[in-house]
């Protein structure tokens, strides 16, 4: 199910969906969708609903990038990393570190909110 919503954009904000979409050659209204799709994958934890709590609680890295993490921090034990090893290595650390600190921030909430068991 969809819903039609109107909104009236900053002229500056409607600038770059717009500037964007031609770039991409897709409607504007695709653009905007994405950008309102990123925000809500980054909203703070506290501010998601129970279920999306203990989603993010049980959220794990995909097993795909999960295998390139690994072989790439493998080439880098045995020195055989070039530089654009490196840098996607270094972007897997970061996405890596940033889901495990939203997996620690949602288990709070989740214990706080009594979705979950808190330690003894």
């Known amino acids: 199910m969809s819903e039609s919503v109107t909104i009236h954009l900053p002229d500056d904000l409607a ?9 991409t050659q897709r409607p504007v209204e695709e653009v905007l ?7 809500v994958a980054e909203m703070p ?3 998601l ?11 794990q890295m995909d097993e ?3 295998d390139e993490l690994s072989e790439l921090l493998a080439r ?14 270094a972007t ?7 889901g495990m600190t939203r997996k ?3 288990m709070a909430i989740a214990v706080a909110r009594e979705l979950r068991p808190g330690r003894n």
Do not use: I, M, T
């Open 33 to 39: 969708l994405d950008w309102l799709g990123w925000g």
């Open 15 to 23: 600038r770059q969906a717009h500037a964007v979409a031609a770039r």
């Open 104 to 106: 620690a921030q949602a």
């Open 49 to 59: 609903s129970d279920e999306q709590v203990l989603a993010a609680a049980d959220s």
């Open 76 to 89: 880098q034990r045995d020195g055989e990393l070039d530089a654009s090893g490196r840098e996607r290595l």
């Open 92 to 98: 897997l650390l970061r996405s890596y570190r940033s």
């Open 64 to 66: 795909r990038e999960q």
């Open 45 to 47: 934890v506290d501010l």
